[in-house]
């Protein structure tokens, strides 16, 4: 069965500053990659997403990932966060096949500092 | 834009009770989702359900938990005789076709007493 690490519980930065939130997932067959964003009092909405091609995927809200297959990673990035950025953010991994079901990560929480 | 709704947002009932949560998929949707997110804990797959039966199901997902499409619009999941620890935020979820993304729902808080 698939497994996604998200390491940073808690994470909190100040306005302008760059964002990398950690995710390394288990599974070895081919995979798809997510990460979703949950602000507060709103539903999970999808940030990005990887299913094939070129490995650097470019999101909503300037954020950007990275999918390293050597590493098991798929790393979230954003080069100078917003206030509005504050929320909780999921990665999450599905088999490349049908209608697969989400295995989620534990939520990085982002605090932004203004 | 199309969005999955459900119904209600918070539900509070007893140990014991039965419950039933509603989801409103998106209309042209074909697989659906349930998901649930105990407080302070990750999200967790419960069922997937397509063409009128469950696709695939956790092992969370046992005798209590039923899912049903009564009609062409609403997709429930009952649970039977509630229990403390089924208190948890409920997502559903649904996809066009099996290569699209899953969109979900705002969710509803159970609450078990």
């Known amino acids: 069965a698939q497994s996604v690490s998200q390491h940073n519980h808690h994470v909190i930065l100040s306005e302008a500053a760059s964002l990398e939130l950690g995710c390394n997932y288990s599974?070895?067959?081919?995979?798809?990659l997510f990460w979703y964003v949950q602000y507060p009092g709103q539903h999970l909405q999808l940030l990005l997403k990887?299913?094939?091609?070129?490995?650097l995927v470019k999101g909503i809200k300037g954020f950007e990932a990275e999918f390293i297959k050597s590493k098991f990673s798929f790393n979230l990035r954003k080069p100078s966060v917003q206030w509005s950025d504050t929320a909780e953010y999921f990665c999450?991994?599905?088999?490349?096949?049908?209608?697969?079901?989400?295995?989620f990560g534990t939520g990085t929480r982002l605090t932004i500092i203004p | 834009e199309p969005e999955v709704t459900q119904t209600p947002s918070h539900q509070v009932t007893q140990m014991g009770q039965e419950v039933i949560l509603r989801c409103v998929p998106i209309?042209?949707?074909?697989?659906f989702y349930w998901y649930r997110q105990i407080l302070g804990q990750k999200v967790e797959f419960l069922v997937s359900?397509?063409?009128?039966?469950?696709?695939?199901k956790s092992e969370i997902f046992d005798d209590q938990f039923s899912v049903e499409r009564p009609d062409g619009s609403n997709f429930t999941l009952k649970i039977r005789s509630t229990k403390l620890e089924d208190s948890a935020m409920y997502f559903c979820?649904?996809?066009?076709?099996?290569?699209?993304?899953?969109?979900f729902g705002p969710g509803t808080r159970l609450t078990v007493l």
């Open positions: 999450a991994v599905s088999r490349n096949f049908g209608n697969e079901k989400l295995t």
């Open positions: 599974y070895g067959g081919t995979v798809n």
């Open positions: 990887y299913f094939s091609g070129d490995p």
């Open positions: 209309s042209n949707h074909l697989y």
């Open positions: 359900f397509y063409n009128n039966e469950i696709s695939e």
């Open positions: 979820a649904s996809i066009r076709g099996s290569t699209d993304t899953q969109y």
